[in-house]
């Protein structure tokens, strides 16, 4: 386990970097090795698919550095080369948004998983994508990589999201973890949902084994923090929204890392809950916070309790500032840059917060010479 205490400033950053980095990980490394295997596939809408190629192209605008092609450790060497296609029992399923304003954080978050996992030929990824032209992007970086791209059309909610706090909050994909039961095949009936601002730091088939007994999802969840203050005093003055709480014992929870029963949320029709709660909110403005506040009212109360480990997050600073944070006390598994401040950004900036050298090792990113 990685053990990391609350420290501050930049010397707190390099210790904790000895304990976070990927030479010095507290378990044996998957063993990296060139490979020329390929199992990357496109979903494109229909309308799209033969236009796509007279888009503009983000290769443009970025240039990733290839990363080393990571092999199963020994414990799983002789599964990783039968797995073929997206129902083999044996994978684990990770599904993250790609867009271009992200991306880079994205890449990183994929390289982390790599890096830490013991089994990386076992972990399948589903990227998200409104912007079609950055399957070759991904391809190019990670040749070995198990992964699908599928389309997530802008205008389901289009007509669904209100305004928010920060304009990031407001762009389509940030909704897509809603509809992932019905974008994911139908043998896909669990998966890890993941920000792209994040790095994991362990074996992200750790959190892939939690138990979720008769739960939906699986979240750490932050009683501490005053639930209140996600809703709107409209939202509580009226019984017709606030009684919804009635008999739970909700608390708040980050939705950028989460165990997701798919099987389950398909059974019980979630998105068109959350979709009810975002219907409300055009008309009765219930809340201020973008694609939070319709999860905490369909499943706040109602989670599968995730350790702290799983989401240090916050280290973007609030959504206005974006300014410096410290970890939280306690065993580091995920870091996570929820909030306005990017890593990418402060370092390019010359500006980074002392934590941002913990992000700063999985970034692929060429730089233009």
């Not at 589903?126 to 198990?146: A, G, I, M, R, Y």
Request: proline residues 6%; positive net charge; charged residues 20%.
């Amino acid at each position: 386990m990685l053990w990391v205490m609350r420290f501050s400033g930049f010397f707190s950053a390099a210790m904790v970097m000895v304990v976070l980095s990927p030479s010095f990980q507290s378990f044996p490394p998957a063993e990296a090795i060139r490979s020329s295997e390929l199992d990357g596939h496109l979903r494109l809408p229909s309308d799209q698919a033969s236009t796509s190629t007279s888009q503009p192209s983000p290769d443009d605008r970025f240039s990733f550095r290839k990363a080393s092609v990571f092999r199963n450790a020994e414990k799983c060497r002789s599964i990783g080369h039968k797995i073929t296609g997206v129902c083999h029992p044996s994978l684990v399923h990770v599904a993250i948004t790609l867009d271009v304003e992200y991306l880079r954080g994205s890449i990183a978050a994929v390289h982390s998983i790599l890096q830490h996992s013991l089994c990386p030929e076992n972990v399948f990824f589903h990227f998200l994508v409104t912007d079609t032209n950055l399957e070759t992007l991904v391809w190019s970086t990670f040749p070995q990589l198990k992964f699908k791209v599928y389309y997530f059309d802008p205008e389901i909610v289009r007509n669904l999201i209100s305004t928010s706090v920060r304009q990031a909050l407001e762009q389509p994909l940030n909704y897509a973890r809603n509809y992932l039961a019905n974008l994911l095949e139908p043998c896909v009936r669990r998966v890890i949902y993941l920000d792209s601002d994040l790095v994991v730091v362990d074996d992200i088939a750790k959190l892939w084994t939690t138990d979720l007994g008769s739960r939906t999802i699986g979240v750490p969840e932050y009683c501490h923090a005053n639930f209140t203050n996600y809703f709107t005093a409209g939202f509580w003055s009226d019984k017709r929204f606030s009684g919804t709480f009635m008999g739970r014992k909700p608390c708040y929870f980050n939705t950028g890392v989460m165990v997701m029963d798919l099987a389950k949320w398909r059974r019980v029709g979630y998105t068109k809950r959350i979709e009810r709660w975002m219907d409300i909110q055009k008309t009765e403005r219930i809340y201020e916070l973008g694609s939070l506040p319709p999860f905490l009212l369909v499943f706040a109360g109602r989670v599968a309790g995730i350790e702290h480990r799983w989401n240090q997050h916050g280290l973007g600073g609030d959504n206005v500032r974006g300014s410096c944070r410290d970890l939280h006390p306690g065993a580091v598994s995920l870091l996570h840059w929820s909030g306005k401040g990017k890593p990418w950004d402060r370092l390019d900036s010359r500006r980074p917060c002392p934590l941002d050298a913990l992000w700063a090792p999985y970034d692929l990113y060429e730089h233009a010479a």
